[in-house]
């Protein structure tokens, strides 16, 4: 394939991946935990570098999964002694985030891992750091990456369907049911750091959050069902990713950057047109007929 294809499949499987997870945490009003945990996960990938002396692999994902992990246990701590979820997170990412920044420093400054490739990643560099079988290039090792995290994101979607879904919308009413919350909710937060990893070094942290937040709230204002926004999230990823990449070759800007932007803009057209939860829809409701 060119060129052109392997940065669109990647960007639509950040697309996707980053719209299924970001579902969740919107319908959990958790959206700003994304952000932590896409900061903090720096650590984890220098600590897997610390460890197995690699940049790629299952360490690394081991390494962020873990520290995804840390991010969530040490903000519901703090919460629970008394301190604000919002202040908890920016104690929290903050600090996990400057330690990884002091390691890069003095453990790994001489490889490819700096603090400016982390926040804002290249996606245009991703055709050329292929995988390669029996001497053979298969594809982008981004490529595969993102898509065994898509895979084990719809496994989980799909395997935990219900329990998410109550646990998302009443959690007491799933505590009543049975349902293991805190598992649900440690579990999605593993999706949410594999997905961060994954996403880490094509987009970057801080577009990692935006494609998680932006794409969910927008299907927010179409839908009231959960699956029709899982659907409609993916979708409105991958139309960004096209769009901003389409953009970006004309103007000959950051692609990344790009694609955040037209998040945005498919985010404020939609505020004013979405029949669901639209401006204009409000506005028709409140006119005398």
């Not at 959990?28 to 935990?33: F, I, Q, T, Y």
């Not at 994304?34 to 720096?42: G, N």
């Not at 690394?60 to 997170?89: R, Y």
């Not at 996606?123 to 750091?129: E, L, M, S, T, Y």
């Amino acid at each position: 394939m060119s060129y052109t294809i392997w940065i669109l499949l990647t960007a639509t499987l950040v697309g996707i991946n980053c719209g299924l997870v970001g579902t969740f945490l919107v319908l959990r009003k958790m959206s700003m935990l994304s952000d932590a945990i896409s900061h903090s996960v720096l650590l984890g990938i220098v600590g897997a570098y610390m460890v197995s002396h690699q940049l790629q692999g299952v360490s690394m994902l081991i390494g962020a999964l873990l520290v995804g992990l840390l991010t969530t246990f040490l903000v519901q701590l703090l919460h629970q002694k008394g301190v604000q979820s919002d202040a908890a997170i920016g104690v929290v990412f903050t600090c996990l985030f400057a330690i990884g920044v002091v390691l890069i420093s003095l453990f790994a400054d001489r490889v490819h891992l700096d603090v400016e490739h982390a926040l804002m990643g290249e996606i245009a560099f991703v055709p050329w750091d292929v995988l390669e079988v029996g001497g053979r290039s298969i594809g982008p090792k981004a490529v595969w990456l993102l898509g065994f995290v898509l895979a084990i994101n719809i496994f989980v979607i799909v395997f935990a369907y219900k329990e998410l879904k109550i646990s998302s919308f009443d959690s007491e009413m799933a505590i009543t049911l049975g349902i293991p919350v805190v598992l649900i909710h440690y579990v999605l937060m593993g999706m949410l750091s594999l997905t961060t990893v994954a996403s880490f070094d094509s987009v970057g942290a801080i577009l990692v959050v935006a494609m998680l937040i932006v794409p969910s709230a927008t299907a927010y204002l179409w839908t009231d069902r959960l699956s029709t926004m899982l659907i409609c999230s993916a979708f409105i990823g991958v139309l960004a990713s096209v769009i901003g990449y389409v953009g970006a070759t004309a103007f000959n800007v950051s692609i990344s950057g790009a694609i955040s932007v037209s998040t945005g803009v498919i985010f404020f057209v939609s505020l004013w047109i979405a029949p669901k939860h639209g401006v204009l829809r409000k506005w028709m409701k409140k006119s005398p007929a």
